[in-house]
């Protein structure tokens, strides 16, 4: 029972570059999540998505991308990436709404830009 | 929006004494409050969760208290072990807020002496 597995665990990228960050879980979820978590800041939502096809803004959206083409899979996409965005990213699915049914969390991608 | 404020930042007691974290929230209308522990390179757990018609709620050592006058929360934990030392997370969700509506608090780092 994997639950939610994130890949890959850990990235160093250069400023400017590109990568997308995969987000796969095996529950039959509706609702995903990307999140960062930086120190002292607790964790801020980037993106989610209702169910498949479907994606929305979170708190900080700004240098994301997101795509739900399958409702297992949620991917997030830097297309330039800049050192602000050096943080740990958490991936988490939900079979409802967050006041009806608990996140589930993978391990996190640490990923830093030089 | 909702505001978490989250207290202390790191705390530290000794094997077998009590640990008590405390959250408030600023909008009135919130009405789920979950807790989260996390695990040095782990993603955040579920660990309680309290409703606001429901003033206190117990898991085994650990227990949940809500004060929706005061518009405070506090995660208590008894007979404190080893691997209670985590990260725990206090979060809150305005009525009304679908998939982006839970906030977090900046977490508590808890550490157990022995």
């Known amino acids: 029972n994997a639950g939610v597995t994130q890949t890959p665990k850990f990235r160093v990228l250069k400023t400017g570059q590109s990568m997308t960050l995969l987000c796969a879980q095996d529950?039959?979820?509706?609702?995903m999540y990307w999140y960062r978590q930086d120190p002292g800041m607790g964790l801020r939502l980037i993106h989610y998505?209702?169910?498949?096809?479907?994606?929305a803004k979170g708190e900080v959206p700004d240098g994301y991308n997101v795509s739900r083409l399958k409702k297992q899979n949620f991917l997030l996409g830097l297309e330039s990436a800049a050192p602000s965005q050096t943080s740990v990213y958490f991936c988490?699915?939900?079979?409802?709404?967050?006041?009806?049914?608990?996140?589930?969390f993978g391990d996190g991608t640490r990923l830093s830009i030089l | 929006g909702e505001n978490v404020e989250q207290h202390p930042s790191t705390l530290s007691v000794q094997e077998g004494d009590s640990a008590v974290i405390k959250c408030t929230y600023s909008?009135?209308?919130?009405?789920?409050f979950p807790w989260y522990k996390q695990e040095l390179g782990k993603g955040p757990q579920l660990i309680i969760d309290?409703?606001?018609?429901?003033g206190e709620k117990k898991d085994q050592r650990i227990a949940v208290t809500l004060n929706k006058t005061a518009k405070h929360f506090s995660l208590h934990i008894t007979e404190t072990q080893p691997e209670d030392s985590a990260v725990y997370f206090c979060?809150?969700?305005?009525?009304?807020?679908?998939?982006?509506?839970?906030?977090f608090g900046k977490g508590t780092h808890l550490i157990i002496q022995p």
């Open positions: 979060a809150a969700i305005f009525q009304g807020g679908g998939a982006d509506g839970l906030t």
């Open positions: 988490a699915s939900s079979s409802g709404t967050v006041s009806n049914q608990p996140q589930h």
């Open positions: 998505s209702v169910g498949e096809g479907t994606t």
């Open positions: 309290i409703r606001s018609n429901v």
């Open positions: 529950m039959n979820h509706e609702y």
């Open positions: 909008d009135s209308a919130s009405n789920y």
